[in-house]
């Protein structure tokens, strides 16, 4: 084994996992003239999840990398969105999506997490994903990073990057505290109608009764919709197959107000190989003096900031961080010119601009998990006195938490 690390070649960058944050970090390190190496340990791209709620924040960071106007072209721009009480099937809020916020207008679409994968992919040079490369640990040699992969194989990199997900060995590695157990589940579908859906592009949130559920067109035939309770004793069984947890979710909304077009949507909807997942996210705390990176590792995406999904912003962050992370590591690279992977001086431009991404993306991080997990526990939440006082008063403020988290501009690759 010595023998093998003393005479592989060390990659410049390598990048764990084929991800949005992983699939981000290697666009803009190309657009910056920065060759990477993504293993990812599926054998083809992943796409579990089905959509994702896709901000005015992530299309900065798609343009950013040069894809954001092919994804506008597949999914619709949303309306509006209407909050209605699960308990009386009251809207509780309706929001004109289309004003204009602090940076300019709203921008929401729900996008296919399969096309955007697919686009990213497509942008960069043949050969840079590498599949079926599962990393298993991680050792040192100097500066290097030496990789054991699932198949035996060894792997030198130069620089690491952790977008491998809320399981990351990267991030156990860097000593980052494991992701907590919200104590709320998640079911997600998605429903084809090839003849098309006929419904408005509008986001609809049902919230309170003790689960929250939500359904957006993607385009004109693709509806996505997400569902998040807390399981009970009498829950457990529920997702041994599809059917029966289509079945789960039927029932939990039909003991309560959603109209029966929502009913049908469910019904028509494949539920994918991932039933439903338990929900986890890394506690703010945390993450305030937590090694986001160290020497010539860091981390990204959900590898980072796993959270709950009620924000609507894991996908979004995640770009953010690619482009933010290919920014700062593609400048520090050019400073430091031929020494760039080489000797000290090259060594400590490249820690130099890790760090620089970790300090602008700490505090973001923090306060996008600890705003996502307080939003879902208030819409879930089936207590009379948090149910009055979020039907009445609280939605607006909630919605309007929403959009500040949006309201974020990751800059380009150049400033």
Same mark, same amino acid.
């Given at each position: 084994?010595?023998?093998?690390?003393?005479?592989?070649?060390?990659?410049?960058?390598?990048?764990?996992?084929?991800?949005?944050?992983?699939?981000?970090?290697?666009?803009?390190?190309?657009?910056?003239?920065?060759?990477?190496?993504?293993?990812?340990?599926?054998?083809?791209?992943?796409?579990?999840?089905?959509?994702?709620?896709?901000?005015?924040?992530?299309?900065?960071?798609?343009?950013?990398?040069?894809?954001?106007?092919?994804?506008?072209?597949?999914?619709?721009?949303?309306?509006?969105?209407?909050?209605?009480?699960?308990?009386?099937?009251?809207?509780?809020?309706?929001?004109?999506?289309?004003?204009?916020?602090?940076?300019?207008?709203?921008?929401?679409?729900?996008?296919?997490?399969?096309?955007?994968?697919?686009?990213?992919?497509?942008?960069?040079?043949?050969?840079?994903?590498?599949?079926?490369?599962?990393?298993?640990?991680?050792?040192?040699?100097?500066?290097?990073?030496?990789?054991?992969?699932?198949?035996?194989?060894?792997?030198?990199?130069?620089?690491?990057?952790?977008?491998?997900?809320?399981?990351?060995?990267?991030?156990?590695?860097?000593?980052?505290?494991?992701?907590?157990?919200?104590?709320?589940?998640?079911?997600?579908?998605?429903?084809?109608?090839?003849?098309?859906?006929?419904?408005?592009?509008?986001?609809?949130?049902?919230?309170?009764?003790?689960?929250?559920?939500?359904?957006?067109?993607?385009?004109?035939?693709?509806?996505?919709?997400?569902?998040?309770?807390?399981?009970?004793?009498?829950?457990?069984?529920?997702?041994?197959?599809?059917?029966?947890?289509?079945?789960?979710?039927? =029932?939990?909304?039909?003991?309560?107000?959603?109209?029966? +077009?929502? *009913? %049908?949507?469910?019904? &028509?909807?494949? $539920? !994918?190989?991932?039933?439903?997942?338990?929900?986890?996210?890394?506690?703010?705390?945390?993450?305030?003096?937590?090694?986001?990176?160290?020497?010539?590792?860091?981390?990204?995406?959900?590898?980072?900031?796993?959270?709950?999904?009620?924000?609507?912003?894991?996908?979004?962050?995640?770009?953010? =961080?690619?482009?933010?992370?290919?920014?700062?590591?593609? +400048?520090? *690279? %050019?400073?430091?010119? &031929?020494?760039? $992977? !080489?000797?000290?001086?090259?060594?400590?431009?490249?820690?130099?601009?890790?760090?620089?991404?970790?300090?602008?993306?700490?505090?973001?991080?923090?306060?996008?998990?600890?705003?996502?997990?307080?939003?879902?526990?208030?819409?879930?939440?089936?207590?009379?006195?948090?149910?009055?006082?979020? =039907?009445?008063?609280?939605?607006?403020?909630?919605?309007?938490?929403?959009?500040?988290?949006?309201?974020?501009?990751?800059?380009?690759?150049?400033?």
């Amino acid at each position: 084994m010595q023998q093998q690390r003393e005479t592989t070649n060390a990659e410049d960058v390598v990048i764990v996992g084929a991800g949005l944050a992983g699939l981000a970090t290697a666009l803009g390190l190309h657009r910056k003239g920065v060759r990477s190496l993504v293993l990812e340990s599926s054998p083809t791209l992943r796409a579990s999840g089905f959509a994702f709620t896709t901000w005015k924040n992530a299309f900065r960071a798609l343009d950013a990398l040069g894809v954001g106007d092919k994804i506008r072209k597949q999914h619709l721009l949303t309306q509006a969105l209407r909050v209605m009480s699960s308990s009386t099937g009251e809207i509780a809020k309706e929001v004109d999506l289309t004003h204009q916020g602090k940076r300019g207008p709203l921008e929401i679409r729900c996008v296919r997490r399969d096309l955007l994968l697919r686009t990213l992919e497509e942008q960069l040079p043949k050969g840079t994903v590498r599949y079926d490369s599962r990393i298993v640990s991680i050792e040192e040699d100097g500066n290097i990073k030496i990789l054991q992969l699932a198949d035996g194989s060894l792997l030198r990199a130069k620089v690491l990057i952790g977008c491998d997900g809320i399981n990351s060995v990267v991030a156990k590695w860097l000593g980052l505290a494991k992701p907590s157990y919200s104590g709320r589940s998640a079911a997600r579908g998605f429903a084809h109608y090839p003849d098309g859906h006929g419904l408005e592009p509008k986001w609809l949130q049902f919230v309170g009764h003790g689960f929250k559920f939500g359904m957006m067109p993607c385009n004109e035939t693709d509806i996505y919709w997400f569902f998040t309770w807390s399981p009970s004793e009498h829950d457990k069984g529920v997702d041994d197959s599809a059917a029966s947890m289509k079945q789960f979710v039927l =029932d939990k909304l039909r003991g309560s107000k959603v109209p029966e +077009e929502t *009913l %049908a949507v469910v019904e &028509k909807s494949d $539920m !994918g190989d991932v039933l439903s997942a338990p929900l986890r996210f890394r506690r703010p705390l945390s993450l305030i003096a937590a090694s986001i990176s160290k020497g010539n590792a860091c981390v990204a995406g959900d590898a980072l900031h796993p959270m709950t999904p009620d924000l609507g912003q894991g996908g979004c962050s995640a770009l953010e =961080d690619g482009v933010i992370l290919a920014r700062c590591l593609g +400048e520090a *690279l %050019a400073a430091a010119g &031929k020494d760039a $992977m !080489g000797g000290s001086a090259g060594s400590q431009r490249v820690e130099s601009g890790l760090r620089e991404y970790a300090r602008i993306r700490r505090w973001r991080s923090v306060e996008l998990v600890a705003t996502a997990y307080t939003l879902g526990i208030i819409q879930q939440s089936d207590n009379a006195i948090i149910s009055i006082l979020r =039907d009445k008063f609280l939605s607006g403020v909630l919605a309007g938490r929403l959009f500040k988290m949006a309201d974020y501009d990751c800059g380009s690759l150049s400033n």
